[in-house]
């Protein structure tokens, strides 16, 4: 069974600061993983994704992600947190690359503040 | 590129009554997923379908159903509606199975 761990429901970080959201997992099988962001009333958007090319993924709105397997993490990070970065974030694993039956964490409520 | 739309945005039923939610996938796209997020917390997988077949399901019970047609659009069925029913459904479209899936806006269903 996969599953993924998001530590911290809440995360409060002024503009401008490092934003650092937490993610581990557990998977018996080389996992592929997913961040995914949901503004309010809206659906999930795609941030980036591992599928064992690099360990190092870049993705958009300038967040990246490092996945460490001998830590089982995927931290999710952005040098300079802007006040459209406000929303909640999901780490998501899945068995294919394309994210095929995602299993979700609890996500995380980014809070920006000036 | 029109994304993946649902309807409605938003329902209320009360309990013991049956819904049917709808998705239109992202033109070409052959692969419907739905998901179900209940109020503070991460979306769970219900169901996938490729080519109009079931290829996968969660941890559901059999009050939940779904069907894929010709055009690759779908439909989500919950009968005898429970009051922890209500939250937000999301389908997500793929080219194939395996592919990335895009997630659409969603359907709030409130259960009374």
């Known amino acids: 069974a996969q599953s993924v761990t998001q530590l911290g429901s809440h995360v409060s970080v002024s503009e401008g600061a490092l934003v650092l959201l937490r993610c581990n997992y557990s998977s018996s099988v080389p996992p592929y993983l997913f961040w995914y962001v949901q503004y309010p009333n809206q659906g999930l958007q795609l941030l980036l994704k591992y599928t064992s090319a690099a360990t190092l993924v870049k993705g958009i709105n300038g967040f990246e992600a490092e996945f460490k397997k001998s830590e089982t993490s995927f931290h999710l990070t952005k040098p300079s947190a802007h006040m459209s970065d406000a929303a909640e974030y999901f780490c998501a694993v899945s068995r294919t690359g394309g994210g095929n039956k995602l299993t979700f964490g609890t996500g995380t409520q980014l809070k920006v503040e000036l | 590129d029109a994304g993946v739309t649902q309807s409605p945005t938003h329902l209320i039923k009360t309990r013991g009554q049956q819904v049917t939610l709808r998705c239109s996938p992202i033109?070409?796209?052959?692969?419907v997923s739905w998901y179900q997020q209940v109020l503070g917390q991460g979306p769970q997988f219900i169901f996938q379908?490729?080519?109009?077949?079931?290829?996968g399901r969660g941890n559901f019970p059999d009050r939940f159903s779904a069907r894929q047609f010709p055009n690759y659009s779908s439909e989500l069925n919950v009968n005898a509606l429970l009051l922890g029913d209500s939250a937000l459904y999301l389908c997500a479209s793929g080219l194939s199975q395996a592919d990335t899936q895009y997630f659409g806006p969603g359907t709030r269903l409130t259960v009374l």
């Open positions: 033109s070409g796209h052959k692969s």
């Open positions: 379908y490729y080519e109009k077949e079931e290829r």
